[in-house]
């Protein structure tokens, strides 16, 4: 006997699924018209997202959502079409409605094959979600994969936005995506589909261990599980809870510093300017939050961790006045305060220009002895 129709007691894990299901639709989706929310539920037929779509069938059911699901093939496996087909049958049958299979191509580059697939996959989900009109995707993320990015994360090296790990909602080229499961277990996920009857489909590739990803699902977790105690994956999980709040008002605050450091510096056509001085009185987390972005909005991509170091010395006045090289072909310039005016001065950030020079025509030979 499925949950639906059921006679006794509620299965607790379905209950937690069905919860956090309705309290993120309702905390994340406005209600812009008298209707119900219309939502995807990204489903590619494995215990995570069968049962979240379980979850949500259930208040479609009762009226309370829309609920659609979208499926993406990726062509990456032999039967890739006959489990999309089979993914589909089954969302069918929860009473989802659309259920739109997408086919999409994968294209190798440099960021290695699951960057690949997850860059295919979200250009699929929301071109589907551009031909429906859903106000919101479900994705099935789990505790345990929380836990997976937070590792991965502690791998590279990385600051407080990758240790908070997946956003239970994010905004990405117009489409908003909800997690609501990021605090069930994966093993919640299965007692889920066990208690509705559904047969979830076990990707081979999760546990190729060739892929990173895989490798701390299989050997990394299980080995530090041993070694530290059982309940390592929900203490990082709730660790990326705590960081994630802490992220965002971390990258408000440097969000306001670099307004505050381009109304005061000069405008210069062509380039984005910042006051130093604002900039060096700033506490260090904000400042190189505020140069990342600044390097970002001038045109950049967002530096690595030893070259937002170089670009701070810069900012302090170490070195010569410039150019330092980011990524994305942004120059970085210290230029001397303005004529009348006080103060360190402010820097430049320019990308180049059609024209031969190879730095803005306003700079001066002294300014590149400056420093």
Known sequence: MTQFARRGRLSPDVAAGRRRVLDSVQQHVSQVSSEPPFVLVACSGGPDSLALAAAAAHFARRGMLRVGAVVVDHGLQE????????????????????????????????????????????????????????????????????????????????????????????????????????????????????????????????????????????????????????????????SAAILGPDADYLESAAGELLERARAAAPELPGSLVLDLATVRAAHPALRRRALSAAVVAAGGQTPAYERLGALDEFAAGHGAAGPVQMAGKVSVWRRRPTAGTRGPGHLELVRPRPASATRPASASHEERREG
């Open 79 to 238: 039967d890739s079409a006959a489990v999309a087909a089979r993914a589909a049958r089954a969302l069918e049958q929860t009473g989802l409605a659309p259920v739109v299979v997408t086919a999409v191509t994968v294209r190798q580059d440099a960021g290695g094959p699951e960057m690949a697939a997850r860059t295919a996959r979200y250009a699929g989900i929301a071109e589907v979600v551009g031909r429906t009109g859903a106000d919101a995707v479900l994705l099935g993320h789990t505790l345990d994969d929380q836990a997976e990015s937070v590792l991965l994360g502690l791998a590279r090296g990385s600051g407080t936005r990758s240790l908070a790990g997946m956003p239970p909602e994010r905004e990405l080229d117009g489409v908003t995506y909800l997690r609501p499961f990021l605090d069930l277990s994966r093993a919640q996920t299965l007692r889920i589909c066990a208690a509705e009857q559904l047969e979830p489909w076990h990707d081979p590739t999760n546990r190729d261990t060739t892929l990173m990803r895989s490798r701390v699902r299989h050997r990394v977790l299980p080995l530090l599980e041993d070694e530290l105690g059982p309940g390592l994956a929900r203490a990082l999980a709730r």
